[in-house]
Every structure is written in C-alpha cells, then in structure tokens.
C-alpha cells in the first residue's frame, strides 16, 4: 500500500500521462480506500476531462454574409474616398487650366482678335471675347498690382519687426554690470 504523498506523485504522473500500469494500479488501489485522495483524484480527473473535450464553436448561419457585407462596405468607402480625391483633383486642374487659358487669351488678346477675323469667325462673337478679354486683363492688372503692393508692405514691415528683435537684443546684450544705470551716474557728477 502507498502512502498519501506518493498518491499525489502518482496522480500527477497520471494527468501528464507518464504512468505505468504498476503506478496506475497502485494508485487506484490507494484511491479506493483514502476518501481524501479519491475526492483529489476525482477533481483531477473532471479537469482533465474538460481540458480533453475538443468544443467546436460554431458561428452563427449571418457570419459569412456578414463579413463579406462589412468587406464590401470597406471597399465601397476606399472606392469613394479615391473617387472623391479624383474629383477634387480634377476640379483643381480644370480651374487651374482655365485661369491659365484666360491669362493667355488676356495677354494675347490683340493676336486673337486678328485670328478670328482673319478666319471669318462671326465679328459679334470675336468682339465679345475680345471685350471678354479686355476686361479680364484690366482685372488681371489690378490682382497683380495688389500682389506686388502686399509684398512691398509686408517686406516693410518685417524690416520693422527684424530692427525692433535687433534693437531688443542689444538692449539685453549692453546693460551695464553694476546694478547702477550709468546714465544716472553721469548726471550726479
């Protein structure tokens, strides 16, 4: 007969699996008459049996339809998203083109006028874009005149802010050593 210490060796060895049929009997043969061992081996056993059992978890019947509605509504938004960027993209670029076809007209607009009537374009319509033009070059005029004003003010007044950062670092830089203004200095002798 084995002792309760070697039981517990022994139930041990057994839910590792490293039992011999000697061990396996010994210990069944100890489990059957020590009730406190059995109510041991009895936990041990309930464990392994629950740690052995293989439970499947099935998803619900939706699962796959389900992932696939969510992948495709991702892919939905990546397409739009992109979509989005393209339109935006485009707007920009057929603005930026039109501005720039605009000055051209603008800056050539004599040259122009001189095509149109020279190919027999309808003398309303060629005068039109000529007025068209005309007008947008005065505009055109007024923008950049504004721009070069803005430059020339704005470069004025950094030259402002850069003497005042200046003139406040030499003020920091020079003062005097003593806890005595030298100006005072002067003026008392």
């Known amino acids: 007969m084995i002792s309760c210490n070697s039981c517990n060796v022994l139930i ?7 039992i011999s049929e000697k061990e396996q ?10 009730d406190l061992c059995k109510e041991e081996y009895t936990k041990y056993s309930l464990i392994l049996d629950v740690l052995n059992e293989k439970r499947e978890i099935e998803p619900p019947e939706t699962f796959e339809s389900e992932v696939m509605a969510k992948i495709q ?24 083109f039109t ?9 050539f607009r004599e040259q122009l006028l ?5 190919i ?12 068209f033009l005309e007008v947008s070059a005065v505009f055109f005029t007024m923008v950049k005149n504004v ?5 020339v003010y704005i470069s004025e007044v950094y030259i402002i802010l850069i ?27």
């Open 12 to 18: 041990t060895k057994y839910l590792d699996g490293n």
């Open 25 to 34: 009997n010994q210990l069944m043969e100890h489990v059957s008459i020590c």
């Open 73 to 96: 509504r991702i892919n939905l938004y990546a397409k739009k998203s992109r979509d989005k960027k393209f339109l935006k993209l485009y707007f920009a670029s057929s603005i930026l």
């Open 99 to 107: 501005l720039a076809l605009i000055i051209a007209g603008a800056a």
């Open 114 to 118: 001189a095509i149109f009537l020279y």
């Open 120 to 131: 027999n374009f309808p003398t309303k319509y060629a005068y039109g874009i000529y007025h």
């Open 147 to 151: 721009l070069i004003y803005l430059c």
């Open 163 to 189: 003497g005042l950062a200046v003139l406040a670092f030499l003020s920091k830089a020079y003062k005097p050593k003593n806890k005595k203004d030298k100006t005072v200095e002067l003026f008392q002798k």
